[in-house]
T-cell receptor, first 115, second 113 residues
Framework: AQKVTQAQTEISVVEKEDVTLDCVYE???????LFWYKQPPSGELVFLIR??????QNEISGRYSWNFQKSTSSFNFTITASQVVDSAVYFC????????????FGQGTELSVKP | EPEVTQTPSHQVTQMGQEVILRCVPI?????FYWYRQILGQKVEFLVS????????KSEIFDDQFSVERPDGSNFTLKIRSTKLEDSAMYFC???????????FGPGTRLLVL
């Protein structure tokens, strides 16, 4: 069975601090995909990044960066110089090949960035 | 930028009533999904749909639920006899392929009284 664990339920930081959101996944499949989605207070789910299991290269997009490590089954997300607009719930998700695209979500981490 | 749309944004219904939630996926996408999120909890997969057939469904998706693509643009989720525990936000999503990124609609908040 597959599982995604986001151990941090809530994180609170002050603006301009860096913050890392942890994600640990479990699967026995060798072909899988990892995602991060952002859910702002308005409630929609906003796609941030997709990674496949064969690509461990880290990615940076502006203030956002992602660290994928298969050795520890982790796909962590770092926000550099956080801003108030980053306040949201962030979900990590896993999709395994040949399961109809089913996304398995973690519990989410609620990030609060205070001015 | 193309986006997934959902109607209604909110629906209140009485227990035992049937509800139909509607979604218009991104136009060139062929794979469609429904998820739900009970307030304050994680997002849960309900069903995936391709080529007019269910591809995968979760244990939540029991006989009370059904999905349909009634025409070339809409994708619907029907709950035949709603229960209190069906109260949740229901998200529709679509993708170009099962392994590609799923883009979500804004959700329909269903409240069963």
């Amino acid at each position: 069975a597959q599982k995604v664990t986001q151990a941090q339920t809530e994180i609170s930081v002050v603006e301009k601090e860096d913050v890392t959101l942890d994600c640990v996944y479990e699967t026995r499949d060798t072909t899988y995909y990892l995602f991060w989605y952002k859910q702002p207070p308005s409630g929609e789910l906003v796609f941030l990044i997709r990674r496949n299991s064969f690509d461990e290269q880290n990615e940076i997009s502006g203030r956002y960066s992602w660290n994928f490590q298969k050795s520890t089954s982790s796909f962590n997300f770092t926000i550099t110089a956080s801003q108030v607009v980053d306040s949201a719930v962030y979900f990590c998700a896993l999709s395994v090949y040949n399961q109809g695209g089913k996304l398995i979500f973690g519990q989410g981490t609620e990030l609060s960035v205070k001015p | 930028e193309p986006e997934v749309t959902q109607t209604p944004s909110h629906q209140v219904t009485q227990m035992g009533q049937e509800v139909i939630l509607r979604c218009v996926p991104i136009s060139n996408h062929l794979y469609f999904y429904w998820y739900r999120q009970i307030l304050g909890q994680k997002v849960e997969f309900l069903v995936s749909f391709y080529n007019n057939e269910i591809s995968e469904k979760s244990e939540i998706f029991d006989d009370q639920f059904s999905v349909e693509r009634p025409d070339g643009s809409n994708f619907t989720l029907k709950i035949r006899s709603t229960k209190l525990e069906d109260s949740a936000m229901y998200f529709c999503a679509s993708s170009g392929d099962f392994q590609e990124t799923q883009y979500f609609g804004p959700g329909t908040r269903l409240l069963v009284l």
